[in-house]
């Protein structure tokens, strides 16, 4: 696609247009923020401002057209969240310096109405990338942001080995001085790594250590040569020195077309997930079944709400009046999300406190008119989702089902919502977030096996390679949220859904799950469905818990302790009936997901759960996914009569599988929670 380099003149910015280029982008523009005419510096939240003279000489060095305005905005809103959940409230908040940007890119795109991307340098400010990623969607462009997550140490090897020169053109860190203004990233490459060892600073100057200006890049068509700078000490004291180099003449040096040199691209795999793929692809597989997906006897609880505490579930929600030949795909996913609200209303909730919805549709072929619609009703950070096709009853075409959390401050809910290009984990274009922290729960949404620098599925099609980007596109989620939260907490997966189109591929999805550590010891499902996203093998959808909670010491302090769970298994038999159960439980705190496998039709044997300590809390669980195997639905309507009162989805299914047991008739999955104040 054709795209703009957003432009700060550091290392990073112009980095990444390297990687841009290497994936078949065109530069066609660069665009740039500045102080108003006297002020060198601004103590902005969203742009380096230190440089700003030597910008222009930047443009000219790539040889395209730079645009060029004045920051006139301040940070008002200084949240992880940028904009309101409301779609309604989208536009952005006046004054705020990220307005700017907007009008700035605006600009741009008024004389290249053909631009489609955004380069961006971010490595791992969630500050400035959610403020580009509202901007960029706003005006239908996708960011471009290739560095985003990579590991400093590797990113700054990298950088000297491309042929990048750039210098530090401001410090601002601990053991930096005035000495080291002008210095090369390869003459100061000992000492950033000297410092990140005593003091955990950020090689590639993350925290603000120190700013860079760039000289010369494979991209540039000259280098640039500054003739005279002058230092300008801010402060100078023991700890810190904050300085700064005044660029006051610079020049341009002709270079000679040397092309852009092969650089360094990280592996699709890093290398706990390469031996995901090396099991996948050496193990055994079912021969395939051909499974007609009959839905004559499918069972259709009605819709139930429940809340605990300050969790809500809904569950089951769709139309209604099936005779209705006149309602329309679009009508009918209006109908869903009305019915949504009035739920979530009744507790003083609106849509913004979604914290995860599932949608199951009729059929793949439908999802892009359904999302058309879904998307109206979210602004920023949008609740997490996974999305599959299910043999649903005639004329029901959606159904879904919903967790929300009723938050008292800003900080109750935290989002993750990558909207950009990179090699990290595949971007949230959609209306739908990576995952959504709330009351140490973490919800994350189905992760597909994409590739994420081009967001598309392996070709040739490759069950091996989409299961192993599924474990790591999860694995990298939670740890981008602990980055963004501040780190302090391990996070355990809780519950594991495996959607997969193929009974075949079970077996070696599920020995790839029994032997990936984080996956041991949560209760895991095998969940065959007719269709998943774009055509994918395996999706792979998880609660995680951060492993942290409050408890009351002795004398009433409430204190921040980090826990771990329990799990456990076992069976259960009679003579008409067998019970395979796994559950992951605090013993500190509420958090329980608990999963019951049940082959036969005898419901009685669910009553043998009451004694069984860690399965008491699924009869009063806060949202209950009840998936059952098309041809079993009586044996699942009386497991759902058992369990009356709770908020039921049903999720017909195919063929249902568990760690230790294949062939389910059906499967209760609970997600439990206590009463919080």
Not at 202 to 222: A, I, N
Not at 330 to 340: A, Q, S, T
Not at 425 to 447: L, T
Not at 612 to 617: D, V
Request: a negative charge; aromatic letters at 8%.
């Amino acid at each position: 696609m054709k795209y703009i380099a957003l432009l700060s003149g550091g290392k990073d910015s112009c980095y990444n247009l390297l990687h841009c280029s290497k994936n078949g982008h065109e530069l066609i523009a660069a665009a740039s923020l500045r102080p108003e005419q006297g002020k060198e510096e601004l103590d902005s939240y969203l742009y380096q401002t230190v440089g700003q003279d030597a910008i222009e000489f930047v443009g000219r060095a790539l040889d395209v057209p730079l645009y060029r305005r004045v920051i006139y905005g301040a940070a008002v809103e200084q949240g992880g969240e940028y904009g309101g959940r409301d779609p309604a409230s989208g536009s952005g908040t006046s004054g705020d310096e990220t307005e700017d940007l907007y009008d700035l890119l605006t600009t741009v795109k008024s004389h290249h109405p053909d631009v489609q991307g955004v380069s961006v340098g971010a490595i791992l400010s969630n500050y400035q990338r959610v403020r580009v990623e509202h901007v960029c969607r706003r005006l239908g462009m996708t960011p471009l942001c290739y560095l985003w997550q990579r590991d400093q140490e590797e990113l700054l090897s990298e950088m000297i080995e491309a042929g990048m020169e750039a210098i530090l053109i401001k410090v601002a860190g601990i053991g930096l001085t005035t000495k080291h203004l002008g210095k090369t990233l390869a003459q100061m490459q000992p000492t950033l790594m000297k410092l990140n060892a005593l003091y955990g600073s950020h090689v590639c100057g993350e925290g603000g250590e120190y700013e860079s200006l760039t000289l010369d890049c494979p991209l540039f068509k000259s280098r640039i040569k500054l003739d005279e700078v002058q230092t300008v000490v801010h402060s100078d004291n023991d700890f810190a020195t904050v300085a700064y180099l005044r660029i006051k003449e610079a020049s341009l040096v002709p270079k000679d077309s040397a092309g852009i040199p092969e650089i360094a691209i990280p592996p699709v795999l890093s290398e706990p997930f390469q031996d995901i793929f090396d099991i996948v692809e050496t193990a055994k597989r079912w021969p395939e079944e051909t499974t007609n997906g009959s839905t004559q006897n499918s069972m259709v609880p009605i819709a139930v709400t429940k809340r605990l505490g300050r969790w809500v579930s809904v569950a089951n929600i769709q139309r209604e009046d099936i005779q209705d030949p006149e309602m329309s795909l679009e009508d009918e996913v209006r109908f869903c999300f009305g019915k949504l609200q009035e739920s979530l209303a009744a507790h003083g909730l609106t849509l913004a406190n979604c914290t995860n919805i599932n949608i199951f549709l009729s059929s793949m072929e439908l999802f892009g008119r359904v999302n058309a619609v879904y998307a109206t009703y979210f602004g920023t950070s949008p609740p997490a989702r996974a999305c599959v096709a299910l043999d649903l009853p005639p004329r029901i075409h959606v159904r879904v089902d919903c967790i929300a959390f009723a938050e008292r401050s800003p900080t109750d809910r935290q989002a993750l919502h990558v909207q950009g290009l990179s090699y990290w984990a595949p971007a949230n274009i959609g209306p739908y977030s990576q995952a959504i922290v709330a009351d140490e729960r973490v919800f994350i949404s189905g992760q597909i096996g994409l590739i994420p620098s081009r967001l598309s599925l392996p070709s040739p099609p490759s069950l091996a390679m989409e299961a192993a980007l599924a474990f790591q596109h999860a694995h990298r989620v939670v740890e981008a949220l602990k980055t963004n939260s501040g780190g302090g907490w391990q996070g355990h997966m809780q519950g594991v859904i495996y959607w997969l189109a193929h009974r075949r591929d079970i077996p070696a999805v599920r020995t790839a799950c029994v032997k990936h550590n984080e996956d041991s010891t949560a209760p895991a499902l095998f969940a065959v469905v007719p269709e998943l996203p774009k055509g994918a093998l395996v999706e792979k959808q998880v609660l995680v818990h951060t492993g942290q909670c409050d408890i009351e010491d002795d004398d009433g302090t409430i204190v921040r302790q980090t826990v771990v769970p329990t799990y456990n298994e076992g069976r259960l038999e009679d003579s008409k009936s067998n019970l395979h159960w796994e559950v992951s439980f605090f013993k500190e705190t509420f958090s329980t997901v608990a999963l019951v496998c049940v082959k036969g039709e005898d419901p009685s044997i669910l009553e043998q759960l009451r004694t069984i300590p860690p399965l008491l809390a699924v009869k009063n669980a806060l949202s209950i996914r009840l998936f059952y195997n098309v041809s079993k639905s009586e044996a699942a309507s009386a497991a759902a009569a058992y369990l009356t009162g709770a908020p039921i989805t049903p999720i017909p299914c195919r063929h249902l599988a568990s760690r230790h047991g294949d062939d389910w008739d059906y499967t209760i999955l609970a997600t439990c929670t206590g009463v919080l104040g």
